[in-house]
């Protein structure tokens, strides 16, 4: 099945077939079409529409069930005859469907965020907690977090006390925190609010982002071996508590497991690291043949953009030639669904782990070191003494960067290996 968001152009009113759709002012991309359709719901739709629309978009018959997204959801409240508890709470819906005594209006936000922490793992209860945020999504998680029985919860935020200069004074003693805010999304990522070093009690970091895959901040998180989860079981987990209504019909954990599995096996980049030689660009090739893929290969872009890598660090020296490599991975790496084939000695910039470990699983390519290619190759080249040198100091970079090893012989048993590797972790 395809993840590509869809930014389909909805029919204006009275012109569309469609019974269901999300309702927003500027969607862009959005991945409720994908889901709804993979929940069975062919006639899921986006609808853009401004505010002097409204009225009239509510009012069309043929419209059975709405999802609403900002800047909408407290008009769709009000446009409701009847709202649940939930919605009442939260002064805002999300859902709404048409009942024969007008439109029902709920938050499945509330239970997508639960469904969230729930299936990371994340015990709640009598622990702080910290939010990243004072908005709208931000309160939905207070609600939320109250409700899973927190014992005591803080906010920080750029306005209004404590802020977010003050957490090394709040995170004191906070076991988990949740960011509410924007802050690390697509395309500005990775960036980050708060240092970790700042919560030394931390068990579990929430991120209610989905794009990119990791926030820094979630990265940061998953280095010091703290429980994380993104934000796509959130946004699957409220499309599924919007379809129950709109389907009215259930869907079992192991069916919503599998659709977050399967966007996220098309999400994720496959990066390829290794020593100088060792055939990423090669075994690249046969992965993306195999698994139908786009390959991205990044010393091909820096010849294009700045010449020959060999000749341009001869040239204009290493230092400045990392600085280049790193811009190229900034832009890669923001992608999803590629295949990327790195430089040997991307791994040297700590900074380039956020950057491909955002959207990427990292596959380090190991072979014997005098069978590597070293012609033309300017940091690997004059012989296996050197090149024993260089792989000493690379090694255990490698090693931290990497998720998985591939001890591989041909370049058709790499592009296996990581294949098999790759769909046995989505489990597809």
Known sequence: MSTEPHNQEPPKNGQHTASFGLLGKTLGHSYSPLIHKSLGNEVYSLFEREPNEL????????????????????????????????ARRMGGVNTMVRRKDGWYGHNTDYEGFIYMVKRAGISVSDKKVVILGDGATAHMAHMALEDLGAREIVHLSRKTEPLYKDAPVVGKGSQILVNTTPVGMYP????????????PNLEAVVDVIYNPYRTALLIDAEERGLITTDGLPMLVGQAVGSARL???????????EQLIQQIRYKQENIILIGMPGVGKTTVGRKLAALLNRPLVDCDAIFEERHGHPSKYISTHGEPDFRDKETAILRD?????????????GVITRPENYALLRQNGRLYWLKRPLEILDTENRVLSNGGLERLQNLYKVRKPLYEHFAQCEVDYVTPEDGAQQIADEYNDHYKI
């Open 332 to 344: 890669m790496s923001k992608e999803t669904g590629l295949i990327i084939a790195t430089g040997g």
């Open 188 to 199: 500005n990522c990775p960036e980050q609010l708060v240092n970790l070093d700042d919560f």
């Open 246 to 256: 709109f389907q009215n019909k259930d869907f079992s954990d192991e069916e919503i």
């Open 55 to 86: 009225d009239n978009f509510f009012a069309d018959p043929v419209l059975q069930g709405l999802n609403v997204t900002i800047p909408y959801k407290q008009t769709a409240y009000q446009a409701c005859a009847e709202v649940s508890d939930i």
